[in-house]
């Protein structure tokens, strides 16, 4: 018997929800990042739904785990918090040298035009 076959039908629907919830909020992240026209409103996009998407899939995977070995699987939690402490300080690091990069080049524009004034 394969460990689908010994699956209960309410895993299985929870589990495949999970899974096309996971996969539908990170596609979403995707489109956003690809419609989005400034660089300030892509990072949000992203930044959302890896913490989101992940979360889904990752539950999915400890519940399909936690039924098919009848025994408590928590491996994926441990995924999560790394998931969840590391996405949005990397989303809000990139953010900040999106702010510096953009002052850095609103200065050597305006020290530009010092030089060419007569």
């Known amino acids: 018997m394969s460990a689908l076959e010994s699956l209960p039908w309410w895993a299985a629907i ?4 999970l899974l096309v919830l996971g ?12 419609r989005l026209q400034s660089f300030y ?9 890896i913490t989101l998407g992940a979360g889904c899939i990752l539950l999915a995977s400890m519940l399909y785990f936690t039924v098919t070995q009848a025994r408590l699987v928590i491996h994926e ?7 969840l402490m590391t996405a949005p300080v990397v989303a809000m690091l990139i953010m900040r040298a999106g702010v510096y990069r953009d ?4 200065r050597d524009e305006h020290d530009g035009d010092d030089v060419n004034s007569p």
């Open 103 to 106: 002052m850095r080049a609103s």
């Open 77 to 83: 939690l441990l995924i999560s918090v790394f998931v």
């Open 14 to 17: 929870v589990t495949a929800f």
């Open 23 to 34: 996969g539908l909020i990170t596609v979403l992240g995707t489109l956003g990042l690809a």
């Open 41 to 49: 409103q892509r990072i949000h996009g992203p930044a959302i739904t």
